[in-house]
């Protein structure tokens, strides 16, 4: 297929897919006010697994107050592009896929597709991860350690929202990790030995990593970040590990179905190399044999 109409299509599939996330964006900004008291959840509340459910914590009752006129509506807006956005994955999904699977071999076919739905589900659970368990416990020490020091706890909400979207998305990408190096280990570009050679530097790049995308600059939440992100790198070590490990077995299964070469006949009048390395020329009988 040309070039023009690889694009052609590509523009096409790329306007579907913002036509369906616009018209999904329309339904969630109807419910933004509250997908925000959903937000709100894990400010006061701590989910207890025991019970599956939310229990209010000993804080104070914190208010919401916006700076600006439209900050509210803003909020709104914000929230609702992400959700719109994350309902309509599958569909963005589905067009990439049919765009780039005449493209790809039968094999690349059977591992992307797995792979596409692996880091997809990761990453919701990685948002699911931190809506119930890290952002209230983040939260909680945050503002106790605040009204401990007797300040009175009032927050903007364009703050909030922003902190708590920020923490959602990062654990969503942290929990992408072991795939991302399980498909650097089955491309060949790292091993299990190569990972383990540098888990130092490894952890001191989480706490780095961590550090920018922390939306507070405290230690604690730092940690919270770095150390989950250190722990599925080695999560992805066991992962290549496993992927070299069955490289070489798949390796000696192509090689056993290939034919052994058969030893080529020299041709009458073609040069052999002699032990000594010089080239010897090897004659053509002109006549019968001798009896």
Same mark, same amino acid.
Request: a positive charge; charged letters at 10%.
């Given at each position: 297929?040309?070039?023009m109409?690889?694009?052609?299509e ?22 933004a ?40 509506l ?30 790809l ?11 596409v739905?692996l880091?997809? +589900?990761?990453?919701?659970?990685? #948002?699911? $991860?931190?809506f119930? !368990?890290? %952002?209230? *416990?983040?939260?909680? =020490? ?12 009032q +927050?903007?909400?364009?703050?909030? #929202?922003? $902190?708590?979207?920020? !923490?959602? %998305?990062? *654990?969503?990408l942290? =929990? ?21 050679r540098?888990?130092?530097?490894? %952890?001191?790049g ?26 599925f ?24 179905d ?22 010897e ?11």
């Open positions: 297929m040309p070039v109409e690889h694009l052609v590509l523009q096409v599939r790329l306007t579907r897919a913002v036509i369906v996330t616009a018209i999904v964006f329309v339904v969630t900004f109807f419910y006010d509250a997908l925000v008291k959903w937000l709100r959840i894990p400010l006061q509340n701590m989910f207890v697994p025991s019970t599956l459910s939310w229990e209010p914590t000993d804080l104070p009752t914190v208010p919401f107050v916006f700076l600006a006129p439209g900050e509210a803003w909020q709104n807006v914000k929230v609702a592009g992400l959700f719109a956005v994350v309902l309509a994955t599958p569909y963005i999904l589905l067009e990439f896929w049919q765009f780039v699977v005449p493209g071999h039968v094999q690349e076919r059977r591992f992307v597709g797995p792979f739905m880091s997809t +589900l990761a990453f919701l659970a990685g #948002v699911t $991860f931190s119930f !368990f890290v %952002l209230p *416990f983040a939260l909680n =020490f945050l503002i106790s350690y605040g009204v401990n020091a007797g300040f009175i706890p +927050l903007s909400i364009a703050q909030y #929202v922003g $902190f708590a979207l920020w !923490f959602l %998305l990062v *654990f969503g942290i =929990f992408e990790v072991p795939l991302a190096i399980t498909l650097m280990a089955k491309l060949g570009w790292v091993d299990a030995p190569f990972l383990r540098y888990r130092k530097w490894a %952890l001191l989480a706490f780095i990593i961590a550090a920018i995308l922390t939306p507070t600059p405290d230690p604690f939440n730092q940690c919270l970040m770095a150390l989950p992100m250190y722990v790198y080695e999560v992805g070590i066991i992962s290549a590990g496993f992927f070299n490990k069955k490289k070489p077995v798949q390796e000696e299964a192509d090689a056993a290939v034919p052994p070469l058969t030893p080529a006949t020299v041709p009458a009048g073609a040069a052999r190399m002699s032990k000594s390395g010089d080239s020329y090897v004659g053509v009988p002109t006549g019968n044999p001798r009896r």
